[in-house]
């Protein structure tokens, strides 16, 4: 028998302190589950901002469709830059001020195979746009594929680029 106030430090066969032992594996277990709740978190975040560039690119579309300069000019950075096949490079305001001209009338504004990719802050969005408009009285359909460079200002997306370029077109 021990005498009272006698401590007893029990060891693992390889003489570390069972105290030692659990404390490890205590701290360990916190780590992984930090982790694990922080890869959730930032995995949920991306899932978020690929939904809402999505949703941006359907209100592109449909304020295209509709005449809606103003939806554009929301959606659209102050230093956005547009380069598209037969244009010159144009900025936002050169862009509002030929939307807001009413020359143009889209017909269909359609775009599809759209890939989303976030990183922090900027986002690119590619895919293919299909759209037939009238201007000056002549129906004119493009083909194009396009890349919209994004990025987040005061926690809002805005498109900051747009290039687009001819779709290949295949031979049957």
Do not use: C, H, Y
């Given at each position: 028998?021990?005498?009272?106030?006698?401590?007893?430090?029990?060891?693992?066969?390889?003489?570390?302190?069972l105290k030692s032992l659990f404390f490890?594996?205590?701290?360990?277990?916190?780590?992984t589950l930090f982790v694990?709740?922080?890869?959730?978190?930032?995995?949920?975040t991306y899932d978020a901002d690929?939904?809402?560039?999505?949703?941006?690119?359907?209100?592109?579309?449909q304020a295209h469709e509709r005449?809606?300069?103003?939806?554009?000019?929301?959606?659209?950075?102050?230093?956005m830059e547009v380069a598209v096949p037969?244009?010159?490079v144009m900025t936002k305001d050169d862009v509002l001020k030929?939307?807001?001209s009413g020359r143009m009338k889209f017909l269909s504004y359609r775009t599809s195979d759209i890939k989303v990719r976030v990183y922090d802050n900027?986002?690119?969005?590619?895919?293919?746009?299909?759209?037939?408009?009238?201007i000056n009285g002549q129906e004119i359909s493009d083909d194009w594929r396009f890349t919209k460079t994004y990025v987040r200002e005061s926690q809002k997306w805005r498109v900051v680029a747009f290039h687009a370029s001819e779709a290949a077109q295949t031979t049957p």
């Open positions: 028998m021990l005498p009272v106030g006698t401590v007893v430090a029990f060891r693992t066969r390889e003489g570390i302190p490890s594996l205590f701290v360990g277990l916190v780590a694990g709740t922080a890869r959730s978190a930032a995995q949920s690929v939904r809402e560039l999505e949703r941006l690119e359907t209100v592109w579309n005449g809606d300069a103003d939806a554009l000019e929301a959606l659209w950075a102050d230093d037969k244009m010159p030929f939307a807001r900027a986002a690119v969005v590619t895919g293919r746009l299909q759209r037939t408009r009238t």
